[in-house]
């Protein structure tokens, strides 16, 4: 029985690191985009500092679009929390369905964060409304506009940034005190 509780209180923990820990804020879901053989950001919560570094890998569940996930950038340090990726890094065809993950620098399996899955666009596609990109965490580095067509930015605010998350955590929260609760009755 004591097994059982400390069972508990294992998963519990490890439910609550997983939820906290790194997250991609863009790109990812319906409006944050890419768009193919373009620049593009990547933006990280970096305020999580459990990893120092990982690996960017790009996926898709459809094997016709991209057979496998492919690491677009290795060995990326946690604090700079946004890359802009040259057109040139990133050679898959525009789709729906990817996902970008976070990974160990050793074993790419081993997944610290995966963001909602987007769509990379066609060339020559509109950029997603700066408005609508989220900051990354006290890093500058937005790409300049150029052509009439707005790039990628990191300038707006996002005040919304972990509503959901800290909705999650208070939930896991709450289930890990019931769950101590039990196991110290």
Do not use: H
């Not at 950001?41 to 094997?63: E, G, H, M, Q």
């Not at 057979?67 to 990133?90: D, E, G």
């Not at 610290?112 to 990109?133: H, M, R, V």
């Not at 500058?140 to 067509?149: D, E």
């Amino acid at each position: 029985m004591l097994f059982a509780r400390l069972s508990l209180v294992a998963l519990a923990s490890t439910l609550v690191s997983t939820v906290a820990g790194l997250q991609i804020t863009a790109p990812g879901g319906p409006n944050l985009w890419w768009v193919a053989k373009s620049d593009n950001n990547l933006v990280w919560d970096c305020t999580d500092k459990t990893y120092d570094s990982f690996n960017v890998v790009i996926a898709n569940p459809n094997t016709a679009v991209l057979t496998a996930p492919l690491t677009i950038l290795a060995t990326l340090p946690n604090y700079v929390c946004s890359k802009l990726l040259p057109a040139a890094m990133l050679t898959v065809p525009a789709a729906t369905g990817y996902t970008i993950m976070l990974t160990d620098i050793l074993n790419t399996t081993n997944i610290y964060a995966t963001s909602q899955p987007f769509e990379i666009k066609p060339l020559g596609s509109s950029y997603p409304n700066p408005s609508s990109t989220p900051s990354p965490g006290g890093s500058s580095g937005s790409p300049s506009s150029t052509s009439g067509s707005s790039k990628p930015s990191s300038s707006s605010t996002n005040s919304s940034k972990n509503s959901g998350s800290k909705s999650v955590l208070s939930a896991l929260g709450a289930f890990a005190a019931i769950v101590v609760g039990v196991v110290t009755a």
